[in-house]
C-alpha cells in the first residue's frame, strides 16, 4: 500500500541520514549472546548531540543487560549546558512484526557542557529465545531489515504467529 511505502521511505531516510551527519554507529560484533557496538561524535553541533535511538530485536520480552563505555570526553563546540539527556537507556518495548524490539536511546552529552566523542555499547542477551521460530513475507522481512541493528541475528528470533495474529493488520 501506498502508506506502508511511505513509512518504508522516511524510515530508510532516517537510518541513513544518520550516518552521513556527525554521529555514527557501527557493529563491532553480533551474535544470539551480545551486539558490541560503537557510537562515535565528531565535531558535533548542539543538535548532534541529542539522543540517537537504535532498534534492537530481542530473544524475548525482557530487556537485556548493557554495559556502556564512554570515552573521549571534550568540551561542547558551542553551549549545550540546556541538554538534559545524558547517558544510554533503554526507552521502549515493543513487538513488531512477531519480533520483539527495544529501543536503545544514546545520548553523548556528559554534562558540564561536555560530550563524549565515542560511546561502547554492549548489550548481553541473557534471555534464550522460546518458541517456535516463524516466517514473515518478504515485505515485513524488508520492513525490519532496514530498521533492526542486530537483524542478522534477531531473524532467527522471529516468533511464530497465532491463529489470532493471522487476522491481524499491520
Known amino acids: 500500500s501506498m502508506n506502508h511505502k ?3 521511505m522516511i524510515t530508510f531516510l532516517f537510518i541513513t541520514g544518520k550516518i ?8 563491532i560484533s553480533s551474535n544470539s549472546q551480545e551486539l558490541h557496538f560503537e557510537v562515535t561524535v565528531h565535531n558535533p553541533s548542539k543538535s548532534d548531540l541529542f539522543p540517537s535511538h537504535y532498534l534492537i530485536g530481542l530473544p524475548s520480552d525482557n530487556y ?3 554495559n556502556i563505555s564512554y570515552l573521549d570526553k571534550r ?8 541538554l538534559t539527556d545524558t547517558g544510554v537507556q533503554w526507552i521502549q518495548h515493543q513487538k513488531l512484526l512477531q519480533l520483539h524490539t527495544a529501543t536503545l536511546e544514546v545520548s553523548p552529552y556528559a554534562g558540564q557542557n561536555d560530550y563524549y566523542s565515542k560511546i561502547i555499547i554492549t548489550i548481553q542477551f541473557d534471555d534464550q529465545f522460546q ?3 516463524g516466517s514473515l513475507s518478504k515485505h515485513k522481512t524488508g520492513s525490519l ?11 532467527n528470533w522471529i516468533t511464530s504467529e497465532t491463529l489470532r495474529q493471522k487476522n491481524d493488520i499491520d
Request: net charge negative.
Open 6 to 8: 511511505l513509512i518504508f
Open 20 to 27: 552521513s551527519g556527525d554521529v555514527n554507529w557501527n557493529v
Open 64 to 66: 537485556p543487560s548493557l
Open 75 to 82: 568540551p561542547c563546540l558551542e553551549n549545550c549546558n540546556e
Open 131 to 133: 518458541g517456535t521460530i
Open 145 to 155: 531489515e532496514v530498521r533492526v541493528l542486530n537483524w542478522n541475528t534477531a531473524k
